[in-house]
């Protein structure tokens, strides 16, 4: 995976595309991505009202390191073409990432992919730059989630969609992104969560976690994104200020684990090259390459939050060999 591919999306916040308020207040928030929403949370006699919104938000900068994206009307309707070729005309050289909802196979991916270089061509803007996010979201796309997830060398991440999914299997709740009445013995999600995470490592790709509608509900939040995060989940989709702080905490590694990460990395680098071993004590613990395997992922992860080490390695007293 490019290290583009690797930035941190901890925090995706969603805002309605059509609303500049909003817009004006994502660029304040600690966020790591925006999403500029121009489907479901876009009335459908606003659609172009908040395409040339988008456009205008992109184009006025002032998003710093944030990880911009803009999520597109889904493939049954009469508007996605256009929000494509409008957005990407209008902004292609300011965005990050389209976001495709709804996909159902990989041919949405791939229609994307291709009116994307066309319109990269027609424009002069940098070919294959501009990433594409899918978002699982209902039973089909399920099903078919491994070949979605190798549809096209842009994509960056698979997004599950819980509520369209909920409404698409007939769950019986109506609280999105929380676990349904009468479950009590488990995930509702845990199924659908890693099929999602599987199918997006086979290919190198992020998963992202989805909305949490009950806004006021910091704990519920904490609590849902705490189960797709220990799974490996790389972040969550946040819709309020309030969830913000939650989902880049959630996400990251504390920085206990992340200091132990790196401890793993230079111990084993150490006891490989210098002392020409593949296993190694560290602590009351024994580490092989398989241990590296995991340091690296948590490494990685805290290097992308930001975190700095606390410790550095001591051969002499933190390993045995
Ligand atoms: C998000 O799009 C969802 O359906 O939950
Ligand atoms: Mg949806």
């Known amino acids: 995976m490019a290290d583009e591919r690797q930035r941190a999306r901890r925090s995706c916040l969603?805002?309605?595309?059509?609303?500049?308020?909003?817009?004006?207040?994502?660029?304040?928030?600690?966020?790591?991505?925006?999403?500029?929403?121009?489907?479901?949370?876009?009335?459908?006699?606003?659609?172009?009202?908040?395409?040339?919104?988008?456009?205008?938000?992109?184009?006025?900068?002032?998003?710093?390191?944030?990880?911009?994206?803009?999520?597109?009307?889904?493939?049954?309707?009469?508007?996605?073409?256009?929000?494509?070729?409008?957005?990407?005309?209008?902004?292609?050289?300011?965005?990050?990432?389209?976001?495709?909802?709804?996909?159902?196979?990989?041919?949405?991916?791939?229609?994307?992919?291709?009116?994307?270089?066309?319109?990269?061509?027609?424009?002069?803007?940098?070919?294959?730059?501009i990433g594409i996010e899918a978002q699982i979201e209902d039973a089909a796309a399920l099903t078919r989630v491994e070949e979605i997830a190798a549809a096209s060398p842009r994509l960056e991440s698979l997004v599950f969609g819980p509520a369209d999914f909920m409404a698409s299997i007939a769950m019986k709740s109506l609280v999105v992104g929380e676990q349904p009445p009468g479950y009590t013995d488990?995930?509702?999600?845990?199924?659908?969560?890693?099929?999602?995470?599987?199918?997006?490592?086979?290919?190198?790709?992020?998963?992202?976690?989805?909305?949490?509608?009950?806004?006021?509900?910091?704990?519920?939040?904490?609590?849902?994104?705490?189960?797709?995060?220990?799974?490996?989940?790389?972040g969550k989709w946040v819709l309020h200020p309030e969830q913000v702080e939650a989902s880049n905490a959630v996400y990251a590694p504390t920085q206990a684990d992340y200091d132990h990460a790196e401890l793993i990395l230079d111990a084993y680098e150490y006891a490989t090259t210098v002392r020409r071993r593949g296993a190694v004590m560290l602590g009351g613990e024994m580490l092989d390459e398989a241990s590296r395997k995991m340091a690296l992922t948590a490494a990685a992860k805290g290097r992308a939050a930001g975190l700095h080490r606390t410790r550095t390695f001591d051969p002499a007293t933190d390993a045995a060999y």
Request: charged share 25%.
């Open 14 to 129: 969603s805002v309605p595309g059509s609303n500049p308020r909003f817009l004006e207040k994502a660029q304040t928030l600690p966020v790591d991505a925006v999403i500029l929403d121009m489907e479901d949370s876009v009335a459908p006699s606003e659609k172009d009202r908040a395409r040339a919104a988008v456009v205008e938000a992109l184009t006025s900068g002032g998003w710093g390191e944030r990880l911009r994206t803009v999520r597109v009307n889904d493939l049954t309707t009469e508007w996605t073409y256009r929000d494509v070729i409008d957005v990407v005309e209008g902004a292609g050289a300011e965005l990050d990432c389209l976001v495709l909802p709804k996909v159902t196979a990989a041919r949405d991916v791939m229609w994307l992919d291709q009116l994307l270089t066309q319109i990269e061509r027609a424009n002069g803007l940098a070919l294959g730059r």
């Open 186 to 234: 488990g995930d509702a999600y845990h199924y659908v969560l890693m099929r999602i995470l599987v199918a997006a490592r086979a290919n190198g790709l992020q998963a992202i976690d989805g909305p949490y509608l009950q806004i006021k509900d910091v704990d519920g939040f904490t609590r849902a994104a705490q189960r797709s995060a220990s799974l490996g989940f790389d």
